[in-house]
Nanobody
Framework: VQLVESGGGLVQPGGSLRLSCLASERLFSIIDMAWYRQAPGKQRELVAGITSGGSKNYVDSVKGRFSISRDNAKKTVYLQMNSLKPEDTAVYYC????????WGQGTQVTVSS
């Protein structure tokens, strides 16, 4: 399975970005998906997850600011990020929630004034 993340960039604190992840998986619609991030010098962490049925969960640090969604017809999962903070700076990846495919290249998000 190939995962292709996009949508990252440089944004000022308080700004917004929308990340996209295209997954080349025929069974995408029945697979729970998630967004992860890895900041420099830190371990990769789960940011948000969405089940095949649309249930969502978030790490506490992004609750109320980030929103995960999916479009099964497009085999794409999204991460809408609002009120961005410098501590959100990281490389963002998508992957399955309950197991891992090979990781994609990720998309860099930098929050800085």
């Amino acid at each position: 399975v190939q995962l292709v993340e996009s949508g990252g960039g440089l944004v000022q604190p308080g700004g917004s970005l929308r990340l996209s992840c295209l997954a080349s998986e025929r069974l995408f619609s029945i697979i729970d998906m998630a967004w992860y991030r890895q900041a420099p010098g830190k371990q990769r962490e789960l940011v948000a997850g969405i089940t095949s049925g649309g249930s969502k969960n978030y790490v506490d640090s992004v609750k109320g600011r980030f929103s995960i969604s999916r479009d099964n017809a497009k085999k794409t999962v999204y991460l809408q990020m609002n009120s961005l903070k410098p501590e959100d700076t990281a490389v963002y990846y998508c992957n399955a929630r309950k197991f891992f495919w090979d990781w994609g290249q990720g998309t860099q998000v930098t929050v800085s004034s």
